[in-house]
């Protein structure tokens, strides 16, 4: 378990009931700076490596906000392409060591994701969430777009509703929403009926064939043996867009406000 100060946030795991529950937290509405992207990563690859673990539960600390995606400060400090693909790898690392880490894992979303809060959560394999969870693809207002999560969610949502949200980056779409394009399975009033349930799906899966579980992740995932390569190079394609002129007006401008 790894885990840094209130002030810097932190990503621990848990081991419990065959059970690896991995907790991220930033005090800037769960916002994922680049350490914090390594650490989930390796945290993620290591629970998928233990033989106790059945079911990686993926979860953020707090009430109000899932993820609000990467790290504002650290995107106003880019200033090169190399800089700039290396910032965008952190959730790709991340979306394919949940890809790649053999297990099953569960999305707890208890409120709002924005960006690369809403890749990190499509990327799970089976996701429940309260109604508060609204979620907005922000990207393309700052001059990039969702590239490097957009194969994550557009698995989950098709090209269609990946388009829609990409395309309107101050829109943010409801927990029903996102319920209805496949990102949730199901949606509960409140935290705590969130957490009941859960628990009752932990223990179902964790009552199966761990072999056949396995099994799923794998038939879950064909067909992105890919997304090594693909991930990389849509980092690389935002690297660079982040460095345009339109971009970095806008980013001046959220810096002055």
């Not at 394009?181 to 009033?189: N, P, Q, S």
Request: proline share 2%; charged share 20%.
């Amino acid at each position: 378990m790894s885990k840094d100060n209130q002030n810097t946030g932190y990503v621990k795991t848990t081991q419990s009931r065959a059970v690896a529950e991995i907790e991220f937290y930033h005090p800037s509405h769960n916002s994922l700076p680049g350490n914090l992207l390594s650490e989930l990563s390796r945290q993620i690859l290591e629970a998928g490596k233990n033989a106790d673990t059945m079911l990686i539960l993926l979860k953020s600390a707090g009430n109000r906000t899932f993820c609000a995606g990467a790290s504002f400060d650290e995107l106003i400090a880019i200033e090169d392409g190399v800089t700039g693909k290396k910032f965008f790898m952190g959730f790709a690392n991340v979306i394919n060591s949940i890809r790649t880490c053999g297990k099953l894992v569960i999305g707890r979303v208890q409120g709002k994701a924005v960006g690369g809060g809403v890749g990190l959560l499509s990327a799970t394999d089976y996701c429940f969430a309260t109604k508060f969870a609204s979620i907005r693809l922000s990207e393309l207002a700052v001059g990039i777009g969702p590239f490097v999560i957009g194969p994550a969610v557009s698995r989950k949502t098709g090209l269609s509703a990946f388009s829609t949200m990409a395309l309107s980056p101050n829109q943010w779409q409801t927990a029903e929403y996102a319920k209805q394009k496949g990102l949730y399975a199901e949606i509960f009033e409140s935290t705590e009926d969130l957490d009941n349930h859960i628990n009752k799906i932990i223990d179902e899966l964790t009552s199966y064939n761990p072999e056949a579980l396995n099994s799923l992740k794998k038939v879950f995932w064909e067909g992105t043996e890919n997304w090594g390569e693909l991930l990389e190079e849509r980092a690389r394609m935002s690297g660079q867009l982040i460095l345009s002129d339109f971009s970095k007006k806008t980013i001046a401008a959220f810096k002055n406000r």
